[in-house]
């Protein structure tokens, strides 16, 4: 039995934090040919836009109780964007991320990675015998 139909049709599936709205084209056989997700279109306020924008921040955590260590700063000067992260890994280095975009050269970062310190390895010290005493 071949079943074919035409369905302009339109559902709405929703999930904790986004609603989806999909066209369904066509039906054929039991098979969806074709589905497009409809999402809504924010209006563009452009009595406010800033067509030379600036802006700077940083910021730098020092937690010695966990040892969480990391820092950030990014400045952008109209298309222009630099600035650096760093963040301490597992196996104990620094990793270091240095970036800059621009509309020429797109997006570009080095990393780079750094020992915190020299490890010593942990050395097993035995107790003193215990000795009886009456």
């Not at 559902?11 to 809504?40: D, E, G, R």
């Not at 924008?53 to 940083?58: F, I």
Request: proline share 8%; with cysteine; charged share 15%.
């Amino acid at each position: 039995i071949a079943v074919t139909c035409d369905v302009a049709a339109t559902f709405v599936q929703l999930s904790s934090k986004h609603k989806v709205t999909c066209n369904i084209l066509a039906i054929s056989h039991s098979t969806i040919l074709a589905a497009q997700p409809v999402f809504p279109v924010a209006a563009v306020d452009t009595t406010n836009y800033d067509p030379h924008p600036q802006y700077s921040y940083a910021y730098n955590v020092q937690d010695t109780l966990t040892g969480d260590a990391k820092s950030q700063h990014e400045s952008r000067n109209g298309d222009i964007v630099s600035g650096s992260y760093s963040f301490i890994e597992a196996d104990g280095t620094r990793r270091i991320v240095e970036y800059t975009a621009d509309p020429v050269n797109g997006f570009n970062a080095v990393v780079r990675r750094e020992p915190l310190a020299v490890v010593k390895p942990v050395v097993e010290v035995a107790p003193p015998p215990l000795v009886y005493q009456p």
